[in-house]
């Protein structure tokens, strides 16, 4: 369970303060699949990047599973996100001289996992790509390419997907195809929380979160 | 992070950048092949000297004329200075206990012809006994016997490199050769005692008392016959600081030197010859070591540099790396691992072809006449592939710390 409380957050450029997020107040269930929408430069990557424990909140509580998470230090915050959350990038983000398998693998590397290439073969079966566990991602279509690192996002079975734009790079009909992957992962009991600006993605979600200039707009 | 999927992660990376890794690796694979060579090979030669300094004979005694210190030394025991003579030898022998063997030698340049050869070589004057303390095999005939001494006869015994100039593959036993003018007979050939003290090898040698009567120009002084040198052995290892020390009082004595003067003659054992050479290896070692040092350092400069551009071409994946989890210890750890693979596998590769620059030139040598031995010297590798594995780490350090460093949302965010 996500729960946001007066979150704030000011970036500083010089003397002056650009305020990115104001007073976000938000609770993300658990097994909720959710969109954040927004024009640019509203903040949603910014919200992204606090509920990811990539960035810290200048203000306000956030807690994740009911850990007050915004104020831990830099060690303990790469522990969350090892452990707690899965990240799905727009342009998936794979190491290119590695393996599907090994890319998949990466996340055990830092939580020092036994059995790694098992569980990352599972992990490949699931979003339906066992058979190409020896490809490096050139070799890989878009779609297949960002089921690997939707594999990766699963490894370590989190508390919350969080993708951001996943299918921006990707034709209609593959964009149709993650999305039920999402939608399947989720039914599975996953927590998925989706940064996208087009409304047909936002469409399979149960939620979605209007933000602009910092501030929820409209909840749907 | 465990250190085998650090190491793993390394060698990974530097597989799939082959190119980029060789050329990371130059520097210090170049300083590490220079060391292990330069300094196998002054070893090497180090080592022949040594043998070199053997084949002269056990517990020689030089004694020259002319002050301690004033330039011969290493370069030759024969010196030009008029103080020494035949007296100075007989009362060494006669006095000093520590003294096994005196040999008084005259020595003159000639001028020696044979056939239609004619060639300007040195020609000594010895004893009998001067076979014994110098070691001399005979490669043909016999060396000068008491009754050629006693009997002023002209004979010569022959260098094995005066023999080969002037009668080539002939041989030169009782063959006649003219030195300065007088005829002689061979009557024997040395054989050869190396490069680093092959001053018989080109000379000739006759009986010092028919020198003394036909070859010196000086002849007599009023202190008695004049020699270049005393080749003197002591009794034993153990006697030859006593021995020089003998030897010091009685020419003083003879030579009526006050205390406060300085000595007009020099007393030098194989022992010193031997030292100074040393020193002058390892100031040899030295230099080379501070060359290689250096080359090392430009190594060390090249990694970092290269390891700065890695940083910023894989600023994705460390972004990548640390949104899945990787603490600045694990990014940290994983540079600095890469930097001392790639330096430790320069030193490595360094080492091999170090080894093969050495054989290389130790087959050349041998060509040349040189019979070096080839050696790997084991500290010399352990401390070059040590400094080669730190410099790495040193030089990786600042590019480690500055990926460790990366923002992850930036990072992920760059092009």
Known sequence: ?220 | MKFWDCLATALHTIYSHKMRSILTMLGVLIGVAAVISMVSLIRSEQAMVRESFESLGANIIFVTPGTPGSGHGVAGPFASSTTLTMEDAQAIADNAPSVEMVAPVSQSTTGIVAGGENVGALTLGVTVNYQDIRNFEMDQGSFITEQDYKGKARVAVLGNELAETLFGQMSPLGQNVRINGRQFEVIGVLKGKGEAFGTEDQAAMVPLTTAQAILSSERASSAGHIVQAITVQAKDSDAIVSAQWEIGEILRQRHHIRPDEEDDFTIISMGDIERTADQLYAIGELIMGAIAGISLLVGGIGIMNIMLVSVTERTREIGLRKAVGAKRRDILTQFLTEAAVLSLCGGAIGVALGWGAIKISIGVLANMGFPFPAMLPGDVVAMAVGVAICVGLASGLYPAVRAARLDPIESLRHE
Do not use: W
């Open chain 1, 1 to 220: 369970m996500i729960e946001l409380e007066n979150i704030t957050k000011v970036y500083r450029a010089g003397q002056t303060e650009i305020p990115a997020l104001r007073e976000i107040n938000c609770r993300i269930e658990d097994g909720e699949m959710l969109s954040i929408m927004g024009p640019s430069g509203s903040g949603k990557s910014t919200l992204m990047n606090v509920i990811g424990c990539l960035d810290k909140p200048t203000s306000g509580q956030y807690r994740l599973d009911g850990v007050q998470v915004g104020r831990l230090n830099d060690n303990k915050l790469a522990e969350i996100r090892n452990k707690k959350i899965g990240f799905v990038f727009q342009s998936f983000n794979l190491l290119s001289g590695a393996t599907a398998l090994a890319n998949v693998e990466l996340p055990l590397i830092y939580s020092g996992s036994s059995n790694r290439r098992q569980k990352a073969l599972q992990a490949l079966e699931s979003v339906g790509l066992s058979h190409r566990a020896k490809h490096k991602p050139s070799e890989l279509a878009g779609g297949e390419q960002q089921r690997v690192a939707i594999a990766r996002a699963l490894i370590n079975n989190p508390s919350l997907i969080l993708a951001d734009e996943p299918t921006g790079n990707l034709d209609t009909q593959t964009s149709k195809e993650i999305m039920l992957l999402f939608k399947q992962l989720n039914e599975q009991g996953m927590t998925i929380v989706l940064v996208t600006h087009e409304p047909d993605i936002a469409a399979y979600t149960q939620r979605t979160i209007h933000i602009r200039d910092g501030r929820i707009e409209a909840v749907e």
